[in-house]
């Protein structure tokens, strides 16, 4: 199995167990690396479901494909996603509009 397909696989199942997130993929062709974003940041640094469900993850990841690299990121991550190839929303992902695009808007306004 492609390390692409494994990964497009978990994160389908992922969005089904962790309903309330927004998972963002990509690979980086320049740093060679696997980039999963998770929003909301709050179950990225908090929820101890999926620190667990990455920590597994990463593991089996790594001891299929050890040549391969991959990264999970949250949306204060120094490093954006510029062309995901896929996007998944869970049934009750809410995204919170940032203080900063909030007051971006009201400024221009």
Known sequence: MEAKTYIHDALNAFIKHFSKTRI???YDTNALVHIVE??????????SDYIQWED????????????ENICFISDDALVDLSTP???????EYAP???SKKTQTLLTTN
Do not use: A
Not at 56 to 67: I, L, R
């Open 24 to 26: 963002r993929y990509e």
């Open 38 to 47: 998770v929003l909301p940041n709050e179950i990225y640094h908090l929820d």
């Open 56 to 67: 597994d993850f990463y593991n089996s990841f790594v001891t299929q494909f050890p040549s």
């Open 85 to 91: 190839e896929l996007v998944l929303e869970g049934l």
């Open 96 to 98: 919170i509009t940032s």
